[in-house]
C-alpha cells in the first residue's frame, strides 16, 4: 500500500518515527541555544551572544521543516514538550553560562543531529522518499560546516 504521495505506507511510518525522535532532538538543541544566547557571561559575551541567536533561529526553522516533513508523509509530529525530552536524543543543558562549556555543548548536540539525519538519509533512500533524503542532505551539509567551525573555536 502506498500513501498519497505514492510512498510505502510501512515505510513512511518507520521515517515519521525516526523524524519525530529527530524533531526531538532539535527541539531540545533549540532551547540549548536559547539558554546559552540568554545566560552567557564572559569575555566572549557579545560574541557567543549574537552566535548562539543565530544558531537557535537556524534550528527554529528546522523544526518547522521537520513537523511539515512528517505531515506530508502522513504523520503526526511530536508536539508536547514531556514527548520532546523523552524522545530526544539529545540531553536538556541547565545552567551554563560559560563560553567553551556552552559551546562543546552544542557542538555535542549537532554531532549527534548529524548521525541521527545520516541514518535518516539511508532509511530514507530506502524508502524512495526523495523529498526527506534531500532534507536530511541538506541539514548535513550545513552542520558539518558548523562542527567544523564550533570545533576550531575550541580550539
Do not use: C
Request: no cysteine; charged share 25%; glycine share 4%.
Amino acid at each position: 500500500m502506498t500513501n498519497s504521495i505514492g510512498l510505502d505506507e510501512q515505510k513512511s511510518e518507520q521515517l515519521v518515527a525516526a523524524l519525530n525522535i529527530l524533531l526531538s532532538s532539535y527541539q531540545i538543541q533549540y532551547m540549548n541555544a536559547r539558554s546559552f544566547h540568554w545566560n552567557i557571561k564572559g569575555r566572549e559575551f557579545f560574541e557567543l551572544h549574537v552566535k548562539f541567536e543565530e544558531i537557535y533561529n537556524q534550528l527554529l526553522l528546522k523544526v518547522d521543516e521537520l513537523a511539515e516533513r512528517i505531515l506530508t508523509i502522513e504523520g503526526t509530529p511530536l508536539h508536547a514538550f514531556s514527548d520532546y525530552l523523552s524522545a530526544s536524543e539529545i540531553v536538556e543543558a541547565k545552567d551554563i553560562q560559560n563560553g567553551p562549556e556552552a559551546v562543546a555543548t552544542l557542538l555535542a548536540g549537532f554531532t549527534q543531529l548529524i548521525k541521527s539525519q545520516r541514518q535518516i538519509l539511508a532509511q530514507a533512500a530506502d524508502a524512495e522518499d526523495e523529498g526527506t533524503a534531500s532534507l536530511m542532505s541538506d541539514y548535513i551539509t550545513e552542520q558539518e560546516k558548523l562542527v567544523w567551525m564550533l570545533k576550531a573555536y575550541l580550539g
